[in-house]
């Protein structure tokens, strides 16, 4: 009788404590908000992910969309290092829609997205674009396609280290404004987000 007694009040104790376990709804990282702001969340501007540790489970929604003011220094790093990888196709005077690749499976279907490239060539007077390969993607490169490498890892560490999509999206003004997406699958849908 003992021993289904203890058996019991730990069946109990397990239960009771698994299901004590603080819940904590967080956005953009930092800002705690409430169950019901989380849920009412918009699917498309955020993405969720979820922590579990031994008293919390913490659920994060991230903003898909952030803006970021380059420095004056930082902005001639990126422009010097746009040129070295693209060349003479780089022009840092127009905005600078860089797609950014950790796998090969979509840059080909991206690099023949005829949509897309004649939106851009209809407006190369201010918009270029170009296919970023990450170092370990083992994307092949082809200029006449705009597909270029990333091989110092630059983009892949300024913007998107703490990003777990395989495809990453940034445009740069001449200004220094960034405009950075984190995983949205279609080009076309980033260039319209980022068009003003």
């Known amino acids: 009788m003992k021993k289904k007694l203890l058996f019991a009040f730990m069946l109990y104790s397990f239960v ?3 299901q004590s376990k603080e819940k904590i709804y967080l956005i953009n990282e ?3 908000i409430s169950k019901q702001q989380f849920e009412a969340l918009d699917k498309e501007k955020f993405y969720f992910t ?13 903003s898909r969309q952030k803006i970021i ?3 004056p220094t930082q902005q001639s790093q990126i422009s010097l290092y746009l040129d070295k990888i693209i060349g003479v196709n780089y022009d840092s005077t127009k905005k600078t829609m860089i797609h950014l690749y950790r796998k090969n499976q979509k840059i ?3 690099a023949e ?3 897309y490239w004649s939106w851009i060539e209809s407006n190369s007077n201010k918009y270029q674009a170009f296919l970023l390969g990450s170092k370990n993607s083992k994307i092949v490169e082809n200029s006449k396609k705009h597909i270029f490498l990333d091989n110092d890892g630059l983009f892949e560490n300024s913007f998107f280290s703490k990003s777990d999509f395989e495809i990453n ?10 405009y950075v997406f984190y995983g949205m699958e279609d080009i076309l849908n980033v260039l319209d987000k980022s068009v003003d």
């Open 113 to 115: 997205y005829k949509r």
């Open 16 to 18: 009771t404590f698994s």
């Open 69 to 71: 003011q380059l420095n």
């Open 50 to 62: 979820k922590i579990k540790n031994d008293s919390s489970i913490i659920s994060i929604a991230n």
């Open 108 to 110: 080909g279907n991206d």
């Open 169 to 178: 999206h940034i445009l740069i003004k001449p200004s220094g404004e960034v």
């Open 30 to 32: 930092n800002e705690k």
